[in-house]
């Protein structure tokens, strides 16, 4: 599925005068709050974090970071990503984690993305296997405020390893 982005709408890397605009978007639209070292890690790690914007008003984000694992590789963690209701199903989203995973393209070293999503927001679930995220594992009891407390385990491989042989 690929869109264009609407006439007007633009992704920028996330940037550190984005952050307050960054908050108050994740509060509208989730219903979590996330601590102030979720959106330092974000900045961290560069381009992998986009926001959409209409304009100058924020109107979407994908928050990630980046985690070593121990095989010496790495995986992108979506942290969070949403879009404002009023611009939902016009491929904004989408864009969003395209553009999350392109920036990892050119990293051999990450070699997935991961996120957790709540079991309840199917719709999310169904989201992220459209753009080839397949579920890995169900966590139950993950999220403490949240009935059902579960989460989706999605991930998504970015880089095929050669196998021995090959």
Known sequence: ??????????????APEHTSALKILNSVIFPVKYHDRVYQDALACGDVSQ??????????GIIC???ALPSGTAQ???ISMGVLAPYRGQGIGSKL????????????VIKQ????????NTDAVSFYERLG???RETVAG?????DPPDAAVLVKQLQVENAVGQ
Do not use: N, W
């Open 142 to 146: 993950y999220y403490k405020r949240l």
């Open 76 to 78: 992108l963690y979506i």
């Open 97 to 108: 984690v395209e553009a999350s995973l392109a920036a990892c393209q050119s990293d051999p």
């Open 133 to 135: 995220f397949k579920l």
């Open 1 to 14: 599925m690929d869109y264009d982005l609407p006439a007007g709408i633009c992704l920028r890397p996330i």
């Open 51 to 60: 926001l959409a914007f209409e304009g100058d008003t924020l109107i979407g």
């Open 65 to 67: 970071r980046l985690e």
């Open 113 to 120: 993305a991961v996120l957790h999503v709540h079991t309840a």
